[in-house]
């Protein structure tokens, strides 16, 4: 019994160490050649593991990864979500990931999506909207992932623009008037862009530069060379 209880220990910090060796890029075993020596098929086992480093989920037998073991993986690694069945990529599983890693937006399933998914997910990060559907790219989703990060402007459908969105935008982050539309690039825009961000004047059209606006770039030291002679 005890031996079991030591091989199940051996197995685990061979596979942290494994791990660990592999993050510091150190030429070790391929990720199937690990796979094939340390092969997880217990779960007291896999649970050990997935807690001291989440991608081990890759060396767990597929019908061991459950949802809450995909859970603790993704809590302790976000990177472990890649190695999570479809079926146990759950909104709570999505979330748990999201919170300890943005990169992992690519490896939501399409068919999780859902615009109550989408809204939670760019109020922590707006810059997220760019992985969420274009179907639900809604005007709510859109205006929360604006709310959070103005550059979120970039990935705004095009029939969504309006002025108080870029308005919105250019508040939380000057430099998002490069992403808004030449017709909403106005005057009332282009002061309040160069307020929060003073080379967002870059982007400020010909027409908009107005004696206003021209006169607020001169007493920006920062944008001064950028004004036409």
Known sequence: MNGGRHHRVDVT????????DDKNHRPYATSTEMK???????????????????????????????????FKAVAQNANALKYAPAEHRTEAVLLKAMSAGHYVLP???????SEKLALKVVESYGLALEHVPAELRTKAVVLKAVQCNGLALEHVPGNLFTLPLVITAVLG????????????????????????????????PAVARTEAVLLKAERLPKIKSMIAD
């Open 13 to 20: 910090r061979s596979i942290s160490l494994k791990m660990r």
């Open 36 to 70: 094939s020596k340390f092969s997880i098929t217990d779960i007291k086992t896999a649970s050990k593991a997935v807690g001291l480093n989440g991608t081990a989920l890759q060396f767990v037998s597929q019908e061991l990864r459950t949802e809450s073991l995909v």
């Open 107 to 113: 490896h939501i399933p399409a068919d999780m999506w």
């Open 173 to 204: 982050c000057g430099i998002a008037l490069k992403y808004a539309p030449l017709e909403f690039r106005t005057e009332e825009v282009a002061l309040l862009a160069m307020a929060n961000a003073p080379e967002s004047f870059e982007y400020v």
